[in-house]
């Protein structure tokens, strides 16, 4: 809740910092619209633990590129 509402309320602010890419939502579809409307509103999103930021659509394939292999890791941890 607290990020749908800050997602809303962008005003006046110039980007936001996270802690790490993880925070952002499990659900590719619901995480990639949140990453969208940054880019649309034109505002940075910062990740503290990574030292990644999204500014444009590269640095969001970036980014979706590292939750394809967090991903993948959870399924191989699940198996073993």
Excluded at 29 to 57: P, S
Aim: glycine share 2%; aromatic share 8%; hydrophobic share 40%.
């Amino acid at each position: 809740h607290i990020l749908k509402d800050l997602l809303n309320n962008l005003s006046g602010l110039h980007g936001v910092v996270a802690y790490s890419v993880f925070q952002m939502p499990y659900d590719d579809t619901e995480r990639k619209k949140v990453f969208k409307k940054m880019l649309n509103k034109k505002k940075k999103l910062f990740f503290a633990c990574e030292n990644l930021e999204i500014t444009n659509q590269q640095d969001i394939n970036r980014i979706e590129n590292i939750w394809l292999v967090k991903k993948a890791s959870l399924k191989s941890e699940q198996k073993n």
